[in-house]
């Protein structure tokens, strides 16, 4: 099967003019620069990026993935040359007709190198979305943005609840790491995140996360996939949740967020879950989730596509003492982003002596203080364990 068959077969394309008054748009306005899904074959190189919508429970009236877009529509655009194409929703009798139809989608799309904006309505997605990457036969960075950690109960490990677990147990294992980012403290068992640190996963709490926030971007920068629960915004940016909080990220941060996994040279693919319109006042959850996918999709034309290892030479270099026995951390630094990486050994490994771990500038300064940064420490525990 082709893809133009594919798509043709499982997604039903969008009306752009029942969702906005194109007409009325300016010419810079995403509705007037995006391409939309007319039956055509898709060539590799023709798009960078595809819209995706997803609805596995179309009982409501106003359907999520709709309401965002015509927010989005509507948003101006300041890149000359965009290259995104609306491809429509996934089409299917059933939850399961749905599922299996997005991950015959996806698989394709991600073959075809297209960078996959999707929109969802329930998180479960989130392992569909993972087990489409099992096609490029790599191993992946994934990272879940949730106020909880929706593991199920942590002893449980059948439990259909968690697509947490069923990511971890998944075979063949491809997942090369798991970030948990701004989970709240007081929601969350402790003993859901001793077992992902045991695992060796990263989890960061949500204040961790707001004291700096450039503390997200190292964290993105190698990831391959990001998947958004809405229930991570505070209740007062977006009311279109169903675990409504008066704690939590506000617009303007996941709007960074969006920034740092776009200008990630690795993400293939950010979604966005969990948005209830029936209960968004004024439409304010659609206007963040349309903003957030606007500064991704931004950020995405900013890449830089940087490779430390094989460039070495071309970054400024900082070693750093940590004791008085001459043991170092080797810091570098790119001279066109400004985005650092330190040197973490391997051991044991005949083939590398190190490798280069992403990392902020805090991380710089700590090492200078002559103490070890968790960034390396963690890094260093996980390489040498695998």
């Known amino acids: ?58 009982s409501t009236e106003i359907s999520p ?11 101006y655009t300041w890149k000359d040359k965009m290259k995104v194409v609306d491809l429509g929703d996934i089409q299917g009798k059933s939850p399961k007709d749905v599922i299996i139809a997005f991950e015959t989608v996806f698989r394709e799309l991600l073959a075809l190198d297209l960078c996959c904006v999707i929109i969802g309505d329930v998180q479960e997605l989130t392992y569909y979305q993972f087990k489409s990457y099992e096609a490029l036969e790599k191993d992946i960075c994934v990272a879940v943005v949730d106020e909880k950690i929706d593991g199920g109960e942590v002893n449980r490990r059948t439990d259909n609840s968690s697509y947490i677990y069923k990511m971890f147990s998944h075979q063949p294992n491809f997942l090369k790491n798991y970030q948990q980012l701004a989970y709240q403290t007081f929601l969350v068992n402790p003993n859901q995140v001793d077992v992902l640190r045991k695992k060796q996963f990263e989890c960061y709490r949500l204040g961790y996360l707001l004291d700096d926030l450039r503390r997200l971007e190292p964290v993105l920068r190698n990831t391959d996939m990001v998947s958004v629960d809405v229930s991570c915004l505070r209740y007062a940016d977006a009311p279109g949740q169903v675990s409504a909080s008066p704690n939590g990220f506000s617009a303007h941060d996941l709007c960074r967020l969006g920034r740092y996994a776009g200008v990630s040279d690795t993400v293939s693919s950010f979604a966005v879950y969990e948005y209830l319109p029936q209960l968004d006042n004024g439409g304010l959850t659609a206007k963040v989730i349309a903003q957030t996918i606007w500064h991704f999709v931004n950020a995405y034309y900013d890449r830089h ?29 790119s001279p066109r982003t400004g985005r650092w990486w330190m ?33 390396w420490m963690q890094a260093f525990v996980k390489l040498s364990a695998s």
């Open 1 to 58: 099967m082709t893809s133009i068959d594919v798509i043709n077969n499982f997604v039903r394309p969008v009306s752009p003019t029942s969702l906005a008054e194109i007409k009325k748009l300016n010419i810079n306005q995403w509705g007037h620069r995006i391409a939309f899904n007319k039956g055509e074959a898709l060539v590799k190189g023709q798009y960078d990026l595809a819209i995706i919508g997803l609805n596995i429970n179309p």
């Open 65 to 75: 993935v709709d309401a965002v877009r015509q927010e989005l529509y509507q948003l």
């Open 305 to 333: 596509y940087e490779d430390p290892e094989a460039y070495e030479e071309d970054y400024l270099r900082y070693n750093v003492n940590i004791n008085d026995q001459g043991e170092e951390i080797v810091f570098i630094k």
């Open 343 to 375: 040197r973490v050994p391997l051991m044991g490994n005949e083939e590398k002596n190190y490798e280069y771990v992403a990392c902020t500038e805090e991380d710089y300064e700590i090492a200078t203080k002559r103490e070890i940064p968790d960034r």
